[in-house]
C-alpha cells in the first residue's frame, strides 16, 4: 500500500506522521517512529516501511512541526534543545503524536509500540516514563538521562539498544537508568554491542572523532533484537 502523510494538530501548531500500511484491512499493530535530532527525514520513513514489511503499521511522527527540519549540527540541536530544554511542551508533543498513530485507520489500539532513534530513542523512553499506553518501546543509542524520578512502574516494557563506546551515554547515566528501573521493578533490558558508538544505525554517520559511526552489523542485530521484542510483545 502506498505510504500517505496524515495530518495532525495542537493548538496552532500543524505536524504530519507518515503512515506506511501492510496489506490487509487490519487492525494492525502500529509502531510509532520517533526521529534523531533533526526531525522526520526519509530514513525514519525506510523504518516505516520496513515495519510494514513485517506487518505493523509503521508511523514516523513529527516532533518540531510541519516544515521544521535541521539541516546542519547547529539548527538540530537548536530544533532538538527548544524541546529538551521544555520538558511539558515535549511531553504534550509526544501525547499528542501518541494519540495521532491511534487515530491512524487500522491501528489496534491495544497493541502499539515505540521506536526511536538518538534524542528519538529518548522520547520513546519518555513515552513509557509518562505512562502512555504502549505495548512496549525500543530505544536505539538513545539518551538515557532519567529525568523525573518515577514512582510506579511503566505500562510498556523497554528495551534499550545501546553502543559500549557511546560518548554521549556515559557509564554513570546507564547505571543511573538501571538503578531507576530497578527500583521501580520495571520489565525492561538493555543490549550493548562491543566497539561501537553513537548513531549507529545511521549509514551517514562518520564522524568517528566525535563518536558518531554507522556499524552495519550492530545496525543489524539491534533490528533484529526490535524484531524479537516486539514479536513478544504483541503476542
Known amino acids: 500500500m502506498t505510504p500517505e ?24 499493530p502500529a509502531i510509532m517512529i520517533c526521529h534523531a535530532w533533526g526531525g522526520r527525514d526519509e530514513l525514519m520513513e525506510s523504518k516505516a516501511r520496513a515495519l510494514s514489511n513485517l506487518g505493523y503499521i509503521g508511523i514516523a511522527i513529527d516532533l518540531y512541526g510541519v516544515g521544521n527540519r535541521g539541516h546542519d549540527t547547529a539548527s538540530c540541536q537548536a530544533l532538538m534543545m527548544s524541546l529538551v530544554n521544555n520538558a511539558p511542551l515535549l511531553r504534550t508533543r509526544l501525547t499528542t503524536s501518541f494519540d495521532a498513530v491511534r487515530g491512524v485507520a487500522a491501528v489496534d489500539h491495544d497493541r502499539v509500540g515505540a521506536i526511536g532513534f538518538c534524542f528519538g530513542g529518548m522520547c520513546s523512553i519518555l513515552a513509557a516514563r509518562m ?25 510498556a516494557r ?3 539498544l ?3 563506546d557511546d560518548p554521549m551515554v556515559p557509564a554513570a547515566e546507564i547505571g543511573a537508568f538501571a538503578e531507576e528501573m530497578k527500583r521501580i521493578d520495571a520489565d525492561w533490558a538493555l543490549e550493548a554491542y562491543r566497539g561501537v558508538q ?3 544505525t545511521n549509514p551517514q554517520a562518520n564522524d568517528t572523532v566525535s563518536g558518531l559511526s554507522y556499524n552495519a552489523e550492530a545496525d543489524r542485530r539491534s533490528w533484529l533484537a526490535m524484531r524479537r521484542f516486539f514479536e513478544d510483545v504483541f503476542a
Do not use: N
Open 162 to 164: 545501546h553502543g559500549q
Open 158 to 160: 523497554i528495551l534499550a
Open 198 to 200: 553513537h548513531a549507529f
Open 5 to 28: 502523510l496524515v495530518p495532525y494538530s495542537h493548538g496552532k501548531d500543524a505536524f504530519d506522521a507518515f503512515v506506511a500500511r501492510p496489506p490487509g484491512a487490519g487492525p494492525h
Open 131 to 155: 505512562g502512555l499506553p504502549l505495548r512496549g518501546v525500543v530505544s536505539f543509542h538513545g539518551l538515557l538521562k532519567i529525568g523525573e524520578k518515577l514512582e510506579a512502574r511503566p505500562k
